[in-house]
């Protein structure tokens, strides 16, 4: 079945320096993919998404490509903040439009530190 | 725009009992999906709702059930609870109509510990 795969956490960054968190997915077809954001004690907020190849979803300096050809979707930001701290998530839209079950299936998250 | 709100945010049961969590959709959304988040991991579909009904399901036993109502909002009960139910609700709401599919707003979740 369908999977989304992501490096393991927890990444501890200084301030301003860059970011990379690996995404890698298995899905038949052609899904959607995203990033959530999880601050400590909230649900996920949607942080940038893309819905078909060579899309590159972008927000708040973070971007992501979508790469069909490596099957991934890797998270970069060019200089992370403290606010950055959190759990991130990578994510596929499984199932088909209109109605039928479109369910998303999360990686296991990566926790990002960012020290000052 | 309202967000989704579920109640409560943290709840305490003992096991074999039974909860009932609640989810408020987003203002346009008609579809509903709940999640289970167990700690350190991502989240887990359980099922989602359109138009009352279930119209996909994760792999959870019958014991998780829901109700979707008029108004998009839903409940999702859980019967002779587990240990292992203890976990994250999340709530999802999202539309259908076009031009707003891929939007998933969630909820702050509900926090479900049972002893």
């Known amino acids: 079945g369908n999977s989304v795969t992501q490096m393991e956490g927890p990444v501890t960054l200084s301030e301003e320096a860059f970011l990379t968190i690996n995404c890698t997915y298995t899905a038949t077809g052609y899904p959607s993919l995203f990033w959530y954001v999880q601050y400590p004690g909230e649900g996920l907020q949607l942080l940038l998404k893309a819905t078909k190849a060579d899309d590159k979803g972008s927000n708040k300096g973070f971007e992501a490509t979508y790469r069909k050809e490596t099957t991934s979707f890797h998270l970069e930001k060019g200089s992370v903040q403290v606010s950055d701290s959190a759990v991130y998530f990578c994510?596929?839209?499984?199932?088909?439009?209109?109605?039928?079950?479109?369910?998303?299936?999360f990686g296991t998250g990566t926790l990002l530190a960012v020290q000052p | 725009e309202t967000g989704v709100t579920q109640s409560p945010t943290h709840l305490i049961k003992t096991r074999g009992q039974q909860v009932t969590l609640r989810c408020s959709s987003q203002?346009?959304?008609?579809?509903v999906s709940w999640y289970q988040q167990a700690l350190g991991q991502g989240p887990q579909f359980i099922f989602q709702?359109?138009?009352?009904?279930?119209?996909g399901r994760g792999n959870f036993p019958p014991r998780f059930s829901g109700l979707q109502f008029p108004n998009y909002s839903s409940e999702l009960n859980v019967n002779a609870l587990e240990l292992d139910d203890s976990a994250l609700y999340l709530c999802?709401?999202?539309?259908?109509?076009?031009?707003?599919?891929?939007?998933?707003?969630f909820g702050s979740g509900t926090r479900l510990t049972v002893v």
């Open positions: 709702y359109y138009r009352e009904e279930e119209n």
């Open positions: 994510a596929l839209r499984d199932g088909a439009y209109g109605g039928a079950t479109n369910k998303l299936i």
């Open positions: 203002s346009g959304h008609n579809t």
């Open positions: 999802a709401s999202s539309s259908t109509m076009t031009g707003n599919l891929y939007g998933y707003t």
